[in-house]
């Protein structure tokens, strides 16, 4: 006596096919997501930079010249000995320095060229946390973004 039994399910070869078309597309998404993330930390350094210039700015104004290398960044929150109008609330609204998207300190550096004019630096290590690597972000690639739109 033969049984008549219905078959229900999947067979292997119908389950293979789904598992490789999710993994398909689990790779195509996950490399833009990634991709997206990269971005997104290079454009958030680049407001951070942006708005630490700006404090650099103001401080400037208030006490007649850029903090010295010496201090820092750091003279944007705490006043340094010896400094003269400083602004009581200091110059960024946290009253803290923040760390770049990828949790290491930004770099102040001041330089004085042999005409005796200055000019600083704000700069973060980038994604790789070494200085003087080509991942770097610096205060002038915003000068370059914005001739690029």
Do not use: C
């Not at 010249?65 to 929150?77: C, H, K, M, R, T």
């Amino acid at each position: 006596m033969k049984r008549n039994r219905k078959r229900s399910g999947f067979t292997l070869v119908e389950l293979m096919v789904v598992i490789v078309i999710i993994g398909l597309l689990a790779g195509l998404v996950g490399t833009n997501v990634i991709k997206n993330i990269k971005k997104a930390r290079i454009t958030a350094a680049k407001a951070q930079i942006k708005t630490l210039e700006q404090a650099v700015l103001d401080y400037y104004m208030d006490v007649g010249q850029y903090p010295d290398n010496s201090v820092g960044l750091e003279a944007l929150v705490e006043q340094p000995s010896g400094v003269e109008n400083w602004d009581k609330d200091g110059y960024l609204a946290e009253r803290t320095i923040p760390k770049d998207p990828w949790h290491n300190d930004y770099i102040y550096y001041l330089e004085t060229t042999a005409e005796g004019s200055t000019k600083y630096y704000v700069y973060s290590m980038g994604p790789d946390g070494k200085d003087g690597t080509d991942d770097d972000v610096y205060s002038t690639d915003l000068e370059e973004d914005e001739e690029a739109l």
